[in-house]
Nanobody, 124 residues
Framework: QVQLVESGGGLVQAGGSLRLSCAAS????????MGWFRQAPGKEREFVAT????????YYADSVKGRFTISRDNAKNTVYLQLNSLKPEDTAVYYC?????????????????WGQGTQVTVSS
């Protein structure tokens, strides 16, 4: 069982940056692949980024590649998402999630545990 709590969201102007954090409970955090997803109003939840158990391998959605960076600190049971060069279309609730799948999963069904989400709003 893993419990996830996101933080770091907020209101930022286009071109700005934010750093999201996701703190996990439990002693098995380092055995999970971690992912970030987002859901904009009226849209389906979509994949943003995922990181391997070791933190050495990452995978991004094309829409955020080169602007967002996912990282993790297994000693702190925390995964991060650095958001740079933000655009209004990045506005959404951002969720972190944990998966037992070791092959950098991008599908929602691969993730068993989810946080409550943190709002990111980008103004133009």
């Amino acid at each position: 069982q893993v419990q996830l709590v996101e933080s770091g969201g907020g209101l930022v102007q286009a071109g700005g940056s934010l750093r999201l954090s996701c703190a996990a409970s439990g002693r098995t955090f380092s055995s999970y692949s971690m992912g970030w997803f987002r859901q904009a109003p009226g849209k389906e939840r979509e994949f943003v980024a995922t990181i391997s158990v070791s933190g050495l391998t990452t995978y991004y959605a094309d829409s955020v590649k080169g602007r967002f960076t996912i990282s993790r600190d297994n000693a702190k049971n925390t995964v991060y998402l650095q958001l740079n060069s933000l655009k209004p279309e990045d506005t959404a609730v951002y969720y972190c999630a944990a998966s037992r799948d070791s092959f950098l999963p991008s599908r929602i069904s691969a993730y068993a545990y989810w946080g409550q989400g943190t709002q990111v709003t980008v103004s133009s």
